[in-house]
T-cell receptor
């Protein structure tokens, strides 16, 4: 497995502001993924982040709202822009190490007031 | 399109009882992965098992066991002699396995809340 860390672990933000979530992994991985888990709901994939290329977004998610960076093979950021209360969720990064098993970071709990 | 159904929203048991969580999936892919994850109240997602579509062997790991049946598109999970620490939300998930690009795109079920009381 890999050690995956996320910062911040939680935050409370005002509507209209933006928050950048960081994901750091202790192994080099080609692809990282960002998921959202709204309160009481399941997980939904936001986008796939490949190092050296633009992120690929799933239906319902757009780059202007969730810009992603992937500057190297061990790090990625997800920004939640112009936040509204509906963005209150847990945001999780994930990756797999080539075995097909997907590992998840500890998550970032976001509350938007 | 892929779909994962966990019809049980919540299951409540008393400690030491067995509990079985149902998972039914739909996919057109011939090669795929199935997963179970545990999400305790702290929120992190803990990997429990991955099963390849071509491997229908059932698996046991301690008090956990999994029953994979391709004929019924089911991948059920049983906790034997449940403990209070088993209280969590359990998610079943599915991903394509043919292309490595698809490995990280998991389709999750809605989750089943397991409550174990002393």
């Amino acid at each position: 497995s890999a050690v995956i860390s996320q910062k911040p672990s939680r935050d409370i933000c005002q509507r209209g502001t933006s928050l950048t979530i960081q994901c750091q992994v202790d192994s080099q991985v080609t692809m990282m993924f960002w998921y959202r888990q709204q309160p009481g709901q399941s997980l939904t994939l936001i986008a796939t982040a490949n190092q050296g290329s633009e992120a690929t977004y799933e239906s319902g998610f757009v780059i202007d709202k969730f810009p992603i960076s992937r500057p190297n093979l061990t790090f990625s950021t997800l920004t939640v822009s112009n936040m509204s209360p509906e963005d209150s969720s847990i945001y999780l990064c994930s990756l797999n190490l080539g075995s097909g098993t997907q590992y998840f970071g500890p998550g970032t709990r976001l509350l938007v007031l | 399109a892929q779909k994962v159904t966990q019809a049980q929203t919540e299951i409540s048991v008393v400690e030491k009882e067995d509990v079985t969580l149902d998972c039914v999936y739909e996919t057109r892919d011939t090669t795929y992965y199935l997963f179970w994850y545990k999400q305790p109240p702290s929120g992190e997602l803990v990997f429990l098992i991955r099963r390849n579509s071509f491997d229908e062997q059932n698996e046991i790991s301690g008090r956990y066991s999994w029953n994979f049946q391709k004929s019924t598109s089911s991948f059920n999970f049983t906790i034997t002699a449940s403990q209070v620490v088993d209280s969590a939300v359990y998610f079943c998930a599915l991903s394509e396995a043919g292309l490595t690009d698809s490995w990280g795109k998991l389709q999750f079920g809605a989750g089943t809340q397991v409550v174990v009381t002393p």
